[in-house]
C-alpha cells in the first residue's frame, strides 16, 4: 500500500501481492539477477513496480528504486520501466524525474469513470482525474495504460461499459480489466458480511467481460490482463467475486 493515500473499498495489497513488507533497491537488484538467470530477454522486458501507488511514494525512496531498476536499461538494455499510480498522483515535476531514470510506461488505476462508483467505493479521486492525468501522461511521451473493474460496489454492467467506452476515449496503449474479487479484511467484505453488496460471480462476469474484450479489440487496445492473477494467497484470502484461475479462458471461450 505504498504511497497510497486511502484503502480502497476493494484492496488488500498485502494479499494481492503477496508482499508484506516494501521492496528495496537491493530487492529491485535481487529480482532482475533472478530474471536474467532464468533467460529473460532484457531486449523485450520491462521492469515493473505494481502494488502501491508509486508517484506518491516519498521522493527519495522512489528515485532510489528507479536508480536501481535504471542500471539494468544501462547495462543489460532492458527495454524500459513500467509503473502503476494512482491518477490524482500526476503531475509535471513528477513525469520529468520519470523520464530522466528511463520510465517508459504510466499504468493509472482508474477502476470506475462514474464518480458516484468512486466515491463509493472510497476512490479519493474523479473521472476527471482520469482523463487529465491521461492526457498529461501522452503529451510527455509516455505509453499509457488504463485499469478498469467491474462488479465494484453500487456499479452495475451498464455503468461498467459506460466506463470501457469512456476509456476508449482516453486512447491508451493499454488496459487491464480486473472483474471485483472480494477479500477478507476489505470494505468490501464488510459490505458482504452485513448482505449490502454481492458482487457478479466469474459466471456472470465471463459474459460481459467478453464484450469488453469485443469493444477494446475494435478500438484497437490491447488488453493487457483480464481477471486477477492466480495465487495461493488470493485463493486463501477471497470471500466472494469473480476469481478464476484462468478467467481470460472463459472469457475468450
Known amino acids: 500500500h505504498k504511497g497510497c493515500p486511502n484503502d480502497c473499498s476493494f484492496c488488500n495489497q498485502r494479499t494481492i501481492s503477496g508482499q508484506t513488507v516494501p521492496a528495496t533497491p537491493e530487492d529491485v537488484e ?55 499510480t494512482r491518477p490524482d498522483c500526476i503531475g509535471e515535476d513528477v513525469l520529468k524525474i520519470l ?52 462488479g465494484l460496489y453500487k456499479s452495475d454492467f451498464a455503468k461498467d461499459e459506460y466506463t470501457a467506452r469512456e476509456i476508449i476515449k482516453l486512447k491508451p496503449d493499454t488496459v487491464r480489466i480486473y472483474p471485483t474479487v472480494v477479500l477478507k479484511n476489505t470494505y468490501l467484505g464488510f459490505l458482504q458480511e452485513k448482505g449490502e453488496y454481492k458482487a457478479p460471480t466469474a ?24 481477471g486477477l492473477h492466480s495465487s495461493e494467497t488470493v485463493e486463501q484470502d477471497m470471500i466472494g467475486g469473480a476469481y478464476h484461475p484462468a478467467f481470460r479462458e472463459l472469457c475468450e471461450g
Open 30 to 84: 535481487a529480482a532482475v539477477k533472478t530474471a536474467l538467470l532464468h533467460n529473460v530477454n532484457p531486449k523485450t522486458a520491462e521492469i515493473a513496480f505494481f502494488g502501491g501507488s508509486f508517484t506518491a511514494i516519498e521522493r527519495d525512496y522512489m528515485v532510489s528504486l528507479l536508480t536501481a531498476a535504471k542500471h539494468f536499461l544501462d547495462t543489460q538494455g532492458f527495454s524500459g520501466i513500467r509503473v502503476s
Open 99 to 150: 523520464k530522466d531514470y528511463g520510465v517508459t510506461a504510466i499504468e493509472l488505476g482508474a477502476q470506475s469513470m462514474d464518480d458516484e462508483v468512486l466515491l463509493l467505493n472510497r476512490r479519493g479521486h474523479t473521472a476527471d482525474d482520469v482523463r487529465k492525468a491521461s492526457a498529461l501522461i501522452k503529451e510527455h511521451g509516455f505509453s499509457l495504460g488504463l485499469q478498469m473493474m467491474t
Open 203 to 226: 459466471e456472470e462476469s465471463a459474459p460481459f467481460c467478453a464484450k469488453l474484450l469485443e469493444l477494446f479489440g475494435k478500438a484497437q487496445i490491447n488488453v493487457i490482463k483480464l
